[in-house]
């Protein structure tokens, strides 16, 4: 991935390339760890999204587009159905909005919350197994991460929201290879994703955010379910002159004359979050609680700090003072005042409006100032913090390491599930749906867990 695209050609036909992996790929491809992490992104996607349900942006969307109780999509915890297309939209925007769902350094976003919901509503719709649903999740993550570091975060700081764009390739790719279709029809799927990719971080701190993720589903649906009717359109449409990446990204990088997996999948480098705002808050909020837990500092100690991180948090998280619960998730420093005051930033009920307008946080937030350094690690933050009694402190931290332990990592998001879905499900079928997600691989029909979580 080292080459730059600087002329005219690409030297490698991007999407026929894809089109060939994706085709291809089937159970015997995947190894028992991507399925291990399939479950995971699964389970953590699935809780957000039944958590999410509640949201008012949700509820327009159902009330907008709901169907009748003879559809065959499940709407997720509304006992509520849908066509797939509409289930995929509305399940998508459910998974996208808390912005608590996965992500990935390589794509640049959000990997499972295009992907899950649109093959969740193909496998539903076509009685697929537990092992279909995992490859596909598998193969739209590995899409999605390939195509991210090909445009580059040159893309995602030209305006666009990647989860939108690249995340439409994504569940595209997802459905193709669950709908068995072959090199040639998903190298049509790719076209009708890169002609319908959209999303701009102008709509960040809005419902229009995950709306995005709504739309890459339901548009990567449409995609192979027309091209798999035989809708044709350019078929090298990712890499033309006036295609996908040329017309979206000003700098890219190069693309290799074929996908080897042989060191794992990108799935196995997923991020999960554990505070539920903007991932790229993350290692801020670290940092703050190492300096209240190790220094015994808190928001009465405060005089002034600084957060040094990298060009990517602009525009992104810089909201300097937020007028709504939502606001505060992509605002850096209100999310540092709350937690130097030891706010657990996990808990959903935290981020309300009266949080975000409340004068003590408001005023904190004042007192500290966002520092956007240019640097190629885009992850880590530096926190200095000087005292009122004349100290300074300093801490780092960097979230962005995928987790080895997995059985530990199942561990902590079983915790986070229980904490957003248990609420809304009910103990007894929340306790369905995870045994459900946890034999997945295993299961010859995906009913239980449809049963579980609708």
């Known amino acids: 991935m080292e080459k730059k695209m600087d002329d005219a050609s690409t030297g490698v036909a991007v999407t026929q390339v894809m089109a060939d992996w994706i085709s291809r790929t089937d159970d015997a491809c995947i190894t ?42 499940l709407l997720l915890a509304s006992g509520q159905r849908a066509a797939p297309h509409d289930a995929a939209l509305i399940n998508g925007a459910a998974g996208h909005a808390l912005d608590y769902d996965d992500v990935a350094s390589r794509m640049f976003g959000h990997p499972t919350v295009p992907v899950a919901p649109a093959v969740l509503a193909l496998a539903q719709s076509r009685s697929a197994s ?10 739209g993550h590995e899409i999605e991460s390939r195509l991210g570091e090909m445009v580059g975060p040159s893309h995602y700081q030209h305006g666009f929201h990647v989860t939108g764009t690249v995340g439409t390739f994504g569940a595209a790719a997802a459905c193709a290879n669950l709908r068995g279709l072959d090199s040639g029809q998903t190298a049509h799927a790719l076209g009708l994703a890169a002609t319908q990719a959209a999303g701009l971080k102008c709509m960040f701190g809005t419902m229009g955010k995950p709306l995005h993720a709504g739309k890459a589903a339901m548009n990567g649906l449409m995609a192979a379910e027309l091209a798999a009717r035989g809708f044709t359109v350019n078929d090298s449409a990712i890499e033309c002159a006036q295609g996908f990446a040329r017309t979206m990204a000003p700098t890219l990088n190069g693309f290799a004359p074929s996908i080897d997996t042989a060191h794992g999948f990108a799935i196995e480098r997923t991020l999960f979050k554990y505070h539920a705002s903007c991932y790229l808050t993350h290692s ?3 940092a703050v609680r190492g300096m209240r837990q190790h220094d015994g500092v808190d928001l009465d100690a405060l005089a002034s700090m600084t957060i040094q991180v990298a060009g990517n948090h602009r525009g992104v998280c810089d909201i300097a003072v937020p007028q709504d619960g939502l606001g505060i998730k992509f605002s850096i420093q209100h999310l540092a005042a709350l937690a130097l005051d030891g706010a ?7 981020y309300t409006d009266g949080t975000a307008l409340d004068a003590r946080y408001a005023a904190a937030a004042r007192r500290m100032s966002m520092h956007v350094v240019e640097a190629e690690d885009r992850d880590t933050a530096v926190v200095t913090m000087h005292t009122r009694d004349g100290r ?12 080895t332990d997995l059985d530990a990592q199942w561990t902590r998001l079983l915790a986070k599930a229980r904490s957003i879905a248990e609420p809304v499900l009910g103990a007894r079928r929340f306790d369905r749906f995870v045994d459900a997600v ?11 867990l449809f049963e579980a979580i609708q």
């Open 438 to 448: 946890a034999t997945l691989d295993r299961a010859p029909s995906l009913q239980p």
């Open 32 to 73: 028992p760890v991507a399925y291990q992490w399939a479950r995971h992104v699964l389970l953590d996607w699935l809780a957000v999204g039944i958590a999410g349900t509640t949201e008012p942006l949700v509820r327009i969307l159902v009330e907008a587009y709901r169907g009748s109780a003879e559809q065959p999509c």
């Open 344 to 350: 657990d930033t996990a808990d959903l009920g935290l």
């Open 392 to 403: 300074t402190l300093s801490r780092a931290a960097n979230v962005a390491i995928p987790d």
């Open 130 to 139: 537990g092992r279909d649903l995992l490859r596909a999740l598998v193969v």
């Open 284 to 286: 801020t909020i670290e």
